[in-house]
């Protein structure tokens, strides 16, 4: 693929800050970026934050409506695209507050051969550009193809730099605002707590999408931070990644669960050389300890659990990265970053602390946690109380200073008048030598409470019964934490970074009249 270095990225992130001034975007104007991980997302990130804009990245899954409520809750008049997913853009140009769309194509920073065959590839596969084009269309090769001509804007750390919204695992999207000093913050917290990283050498794997503030953060941005190598992945596929580590010597890979599982069980491994990874970093969901073996032992890297959610920036816990494996904790998302505190909170009032080993709420504070949500001052005040971020996440400190995350409040099932946990029952379940993946979902049942379902997903070619699977459990949960139905799934739904869509699989439970299989 096309390599660029710094000193270019460098002049073409002023060109197109430059052509946003030009447009014009003033300062804190909203600047979308509706892109995969391509050399494009660096550049308009980079350029829009030089400019004084706020950046808003947009999922490029989204549908019309959902493109639609950011960018009007946000104020976006300009939208940096890839070309084929213009017709979903075209709708709103005057319709919303979007003034201006700049288009950009995957074959623009290709190398010449590939960007001369792509045509013929794109059209066997029926993507094109927009039919047609307005005044309000540009492409990004216009707008950088003029000199700068615009003196530096003065940035302020307090600068709100990103609007990035939640959504996926929760209802209607919201804009958490991040400002320049929390992301500088965060990105050298993660530097200082990463000690083994070495200042331009380290080749990062950036396959987290970067429209997520995790691979923003912990893999753009801290990159950029250690002057390393990023090898851009637009999208996870197994192989595609697998001959990337090999073919690029890659060092860093910040991941999900799901990808270093899909990992483990290529069925071709020994194609690949994996013995260049030396560290990384997993988060956006529980990290199984048979993951987590397979994957030290196949590569010889380190594999760590981290934590961290959109509103703090976002990473604020990561386990110890060094050899040491005395300090190993099991099923812990580590300690927290520097300058970072953490504490348990009562769950009934969130005004009592709790003592060591009590399970309650983790709330956080640090210079990475956001300022508060874009024009929702009373969900701002719910979640931010005396500069602590109540995170919402069911938590616990062992007396060494590790924590654990037990569960999402808002998951937590109350079955027979007892709280279960479901990544506990998880946990039991993936134990299962059959079973892949699994999630527990508490189901509404009016006055009883709830009802523990199991969803599974088998490995392939494995057959499993409900019995088998419900007398597995019983072996190391008690009675009432037991799944009471099972339901076999050829898979499970997902964000695009791997978390588990809990409250669609509530959503279709709900619709039904008798959910899954009785045991």
């Not at 892109?35 to 004084?52: D, E, M, W």
């Not at 020994?270 to 560290?279: F, M, Q």
């Not at 009590?358 to 931010?384: C, F, N, S």
Request: aromatic share 6%; glycine share 10%; net charge positive.
């Amino acid at each position: 693929g096309r390599v660029i270095r710094y000193r270019e990225l460098d002049a073409l992130a002023t060109r197109f800050a430059h052509a946003l001034m030009n447009q014009p975007i003033r300062k804190g104007g909203v600047v979308g970026l509706m892109l995969p991980n391509l050399p494009q997302t660096v550049i308009g990130y980079y350029g829009s934050l030089r400019a004084g804009a706020i950046v808003t990245p947009v999922n490029p899954l989204f549908v019309e409506s959902e493109i639609a409520h950011q960018v009007s809750d946000s104020g976006c008049e300009t939208i940096l695209a890839l070309d084929q997913f213009y017709p979903r853009l075209k709708p709103l140009l005057g319709r919303t507050c979007l003034k201006r769309v700049i288009l950009t194509g995957v074959a623009d920073y290709l190398p010449w051969l590939k960007r001369l065959l792509y045509p013929l590839k794109t059209r066997g596969q029926g993507r094109y550009g927009p039919t047609s084009v307005s005044p309000a269309v540009s492409t990004l090769q216009q707008c950088l193809s003029d000199p700068p001509g615009f003196p530096p804007v003065p940035i302020s750390r307090d600068d709100v730099a990103l609007l990035q919204y939640t959504g996926g695992t929760t209802g209607i999207p919201k804009g958490v605002v991040l400002t320049h000093r929390n992301l500088v913050c965060n990105t050298w917290q993660c530097r200082s707590w990463m000690t083994a990283l070495r200042e331009g050498e380290e080749v990062f794997l950036g396959v987290l999408p970067f429209f997520h503030v995790y691979g923003m953060s912990a893999c753009l941005n801290l990159a950029v931070g250690v002057a390393g190598s990023l090898a851009l992945l637009p999208r996870f596929h197994v192989t595609e990644v697998l001959e990337a580590i090999t073919r690029e010597r890659v060092t860093v890979f910040p991941g999900v669960p799901a990808m270093f599982s899909a990992i483990n069980t290529h069925q071709n491994l020994e194609r690949y050389d994996l013995r260049s990874v030396r560290l990384c970093i997993s988060g956006a969901g529980p990290l199984h300890s048979s993951v987590q073996d397979r994957f030290e032992a196949l590569t010889g890297a380190r594999l760590v659990e981290g934590y961290g959610l959109t509103e703090a920036g976002p990473v604020t816990h990561v386990n110890l990265t060094g050899p040491d494996s005395r300090e190993r904790r099991r099923r812990s998302i580590g300690l927290p970053l520097p300058d970072t505190d953490a504490k348990i909170m009562d769950i009934e009032t969130g005004e009592r602390e709790l003592r060591i080993g009590e399970i309650g709420e983790l709330a956080v504070r640090g210079p990475q946690v956001m300022p508060g949500y874009w024009k929702r001052d009373d969900e701002t005040r719910h979640v931010l109380r005396n500069d602590w971020l109540f995170t919402g996440d069911l938590a616990r400190m062992d007396a060494s200073g590790f924590f654990y995350i037990e569960d999402r409040k808002k998951d937590m099932i109350k079955s027979g008048g007892e709280n279960v946990y479901p990544r506990e029952v998880e946990e039991v379940l993936v134990r299962h030598p059959k079973i892949k993946e699994a999630v527990v979902a508490g189901i509404p049942q009016g006055l009883r409470g709830e009802l523990i379902k199991a969803y599974v997903v088998l490995k392939d070619g494995e057959h499993a019964t409900v019995a088998d699977i419900l007398d597995h459990c019983r072996h190391d949960l008690a009675k009432f934490k037991v799944p009471k139905k099972v339901e076999f799934r050829p898979e499970l739904p997902k964000t695009l970074v791997g978390k588990v869509l809990r409250r669609v699989l509530v959503e279709e439970e709900l619709k039904k009249d008798g959910p899954g299989q009785d045991p």
